[in-house]
């Protein structure tokens, strides 16, 4: 696992040898920790596998220090996701979502060639799409069944439907059925703790019943996925669940911190550059929505001496602080906490990684091709 190391204050000097802003910066002691409570949660106190998600993550490297962490293999959203982390050499990913476009479904044959890389399906026509592209290619592609555990997004019914969709699976030669997985994101919204784990238990009963639902067809159930950041502390001790999908929360956002009440540390931050003072309480930088994604939740100005209210535009952020600012001169940096990872990090094509206030590496976030 990545070790705890005590993290120091920034020199001036590193501070100076930063590149030119807007730019995405972790802190890679504040990351290492924060991955050290994920894995030690999920998989030495809870007995589960970890598949974390990348797609707030994004960089194959990150993934990479993951797996080194304990995880066993990595969750994404999309097939050129899968592509990016199969070239990085990891070898065990879930697509958590139905891959069906035709170029998309022959690339996830194709990676079956050298890694296993399953594939979420939830209704006869993904059986059909997916069977005949594995015949094409000569490869078997893995599968698990979506179920609708209260989302209302995608997914089959859970129970009986389940089961009837894994026996299709079943008749495939080139489809191998591998298990049940579903998303329980509705339960994130709840913000009473005794009622958030009551309806997250609730909902998750109906995904692992539904895998023995499989299991009395016949059907071996290896993988019963579900579990993101929002959840992982009562996913976590659930009987019937065999891995948790939590990835996101290794940034330790604003969102997971404080809206969700997370022991994460902060570790992402944005930083800026101040272009304007037009007053003592106003600072304009550049860091505007093209680089600083603010849905869900607003970032957050660190180092102020009190507030500030938040206005976007596409190049400029202008803050109007509630009371005077002598720091932040033209030219300085300012830093931000950003308040979610997934809709910050794919705006950008570089992670910076830092230890003690200088830069360690540059991570590549890969785009889709």
């Given at each position: 696992?990545?070790?705890?190391?005590?993290?120091?204050?920034?020199?001036?000097?590193?501070?100076?040898?930063?590149?030119?802003?807007?730019?995405?910066?972790?802190?890679?002691?504040?990351?290492?920790?924060?991955?050290?409570?994920?894995?030690?949660?999920?998989?030495?106190?809870?007995?589960?596998?970890?598949?974390?998600?990348?797609?707030?993550?994004?960089?194959?490297?990150?993934?990479?220090?993951?797996?080194?962490?304990?995880?066993?293999?990595?969750?994404?959203?999309?097939?050129?996701?899968?592509?990016?982390?199969?070239?990085?050499?990891?070898?065990?990913?879930?697509?958590?979502?139905?891959?069906?476009?035709?170029?998309?479904?022959?690339?996830?044959?194709?990676?079956?060639?050298?890694?296993?890389?399953?594939?979420?399906?939830?209704?006869?026509?993904?059986?059909?799409?997916?069977?005949?592209?594995?015949?094409?290619?000569?490869?078997?592609?893995?599968?698990?069944?979506?179920?609708?555990?209260?989302?209302?997004?995608?997914?089959?019914?859970?129970?009986?439907?389940?089961?009837?969709?894994?026996?299709?699976?079943?008749?495939?030669?080139?489809?191998?059925?591998?298990?049940?997985?579903?998303?329980?994101?509705?339960?994130?919204?709840?913000?009473?703790?005794?009622?958030?784990?009551?309806?997250?238990?609730?909902?998750?009963?109906?995904?692992?019943?539904?895998?023995?639902?499989?299991?009395?067809?016949?059907?071996?159930?290896?993988?019963?996925?579900?579990?993101?950041?929002?959840?992982?502390?009562?996913?976590?001790?659930?009987?019937?669940?065999?891995?948790?999908?939590?990835?996101?929360?290794?940034?330790?956002?604003?969102?997971?911190?404080?809206?969700?009440?997370?022991?994460?540390?902060?570790?992402?931050?944005?930083?800026?550059?101040?272009?304007?003072?037009?007053?003592?309480?106003?600072?304009?930088?550049?860091?505007?929505?093209?680089?600083?994604?603010?849905?869900?939740?607003?970032?957050?100005?660190?180092?102020?001496?009190?507030?500030?209210?938040?206005?976007?535009?596409?190049e400029h952020l202008t803050l109007d602080c509630d009371t005077d600012e002598a720091a932040f001169a033209v030219g300085e940096r300012i830093e931000f906490a950003v308040g979610y990872a997934d809709s910050t990090v794919f705006l950008h094509r570089e992670l910076f990684a830092m230890r003690d206030g200088a830069i360690n590496e540059?991570?590549?976030?890969?785009?889709?091709?």
């Amino acid at each position: 696992m990545i070790p705890a190391v005590v993290l120091a204050e920034p020199s001036a000097h590193a501070r100076r040898d930063w590149p030119d802003a807007p730019f995405l910066a972790l802190d890679l002691d504040a990351f290492g920790r924060n991955v050290v409570h994920l894995a030690n949660t999920i998989i030495a106190r809870g007995g589960k596998q970890w598949r974390p998600h990348t797609k707030a993550l994004r960089s194959p490297q990150i993934a990479r220090r993951l797996v080194a962490a304990g995880a066993g293999g990595v969750t994404c959203a999309t097939v050129w996701e899968a592509q990016s982390m199969v070239d990085a050499g990891i070898t065990d990913v879930l697509i958590a979502s139905q891959v069906v476009a035709p170029g998309a479904v022959r690339m996830l044959a194709e990676l079956n060639r050298s890694a296993r890389v399953i594939v979420a399906i939830d209704a006869p026509p993904h059986v059909a799409l997916l069977s005949a592209a594995a015949s094409a290619a000569g490869v078997c592609i893995p599968v698990v069944i979506e179920v609708d555990i209260g989302l209302d997004r995608a997914g089959v019914p859970p129970g009986l439907a389940a089961a009837d969709l894994a026996r299709s699976v079943g008749s495939h030669r080139h489809l191998q059925f591998c298990g049940l997985m579903a998303w329980e994101g509705h339960t994130t919204r709840i913000t009473d703790s005794a009622a958030k784990e009551a309806a997250i238990r609730a909902s998750v009963a109906l995904l692992t019943d539904s895998a023995r639902h499989c299991v009395a067809a016949g059907m071996a159930v290896q993988i019963v996925s579900c579990g993101g950041t929002g959840t992982y502390p009562v996913t976590s001790r659930i009987d019937g669940v065999t891995e948790l999908q939590a990835g996101g929360g290794v940034f330790g956002d604003v969102r997971y911190r404080q809206e969700f009440g997370l022991p994460l540390e902060p570790a992402l931050t944005l930083v800026a550059t101040v272009l304007s003072r037009p007053s003592v309480r106003r600072i304009v930088c550049d860091a505007g929505w093209k680089y600083h994604g603010y849905h869900p939740t607003l970032s957050q100005p660190l180092h102020l001496a009190g507030a500030a209210q938040l206005a976007f535009s596409a190049e400029h952020l202008t803050l109007d602080c509630d009371t005077d600012e002598a720091a932040f001169a033209v030219g300085e940096r300012i830093e931000f906490a950003v308040g979610y990872a997934d809709s910050t990090v794919f705006l950008h094509r570089e992670l910076f990684a830092m230890r003690d206030g200088a830069i360690n590496e540059v991570l590549p976030l890969p785009t889709r091709p």
